[in-house]
Every structure is written in C-alpha cells, then in structure tokens.
C-alpha cells in the first residue's frame, strides 16, 4: 500500500546545527529528516517522534499529534527555528512563536 503525504495546516522551520533553515510541510518530509538525517539518534522525544509521524501516515494518529511530536523532537535536538514576528504582532507574543511559522 502506498503511503501518502498528509499536511499540517501551520508549517514548522528549524534551524539546522550548520545555521541553514528548513521548512516542513508535512508528515511525511519529517519522517524522513527523523529517519534519515537526525543529528541525535537516541532521543527520547526523536523516537516518540518517528512513531507518531507513522502512525499519522496510516491513518492512526491526527496530523496536528504528529506535528506537535515533530516540533518537540527539534527542541530536544536543539533545532529551534528565528523567530520571525509578523508586522502587527503584538511584542509579548513573539516569543511563543519558536518552531511556529
């Protein structure tokens, strides 16, 4: 059976270890960061990460779950995106917006 991309409604930027940014929009790129080009093999939040993006492309776990996973594997990690303030955004709210674009 063929495994099928399923979208976040909110893309999720890290910074990588080099400074480079990257962009994700799905569940299925992150599983293959997760898998393929991780800096940490061995964390915690990186393999309750790997499951959860599985589970969400069969079907079994809700998009936002495996997003929610995603971006707290990234912060273990040590990957966590600029902050980019929108131009009305009000100042008290720019710092939740890590790993939120």
Not at 54 to 73: I, K, T, W
Not at 74 to 94: D, F, T
């Amino acid at each position: 059976m063929p495994i099928t991309d399923v979208s976040w409604t909110r893309l999720v930027t890290i910074r990588l270890q080099c400074g480079l940014e990257r962009t994700f929009a799905g569940v299925y790129d992150a599983l293959d960061f997760l898998e393929n080009e991780w800096p940490l093999r061995y964390g915690e939040r990186h393999q309750r990460a790997i499951r959860t993006c599985r589970g969400a492309l069969n079907g079994g776990v809700a998009a936002v779950v495996a997003r929610e996973a995603f971006m707290a594997a990234c912060l273990e990690a040590g990957m966590v995106a600029p902050l980019k303030a929108k131009p009305n955004a009000h100042p008290g709210r720019i710092a939740r917006r890590a790993l939120v674009q």
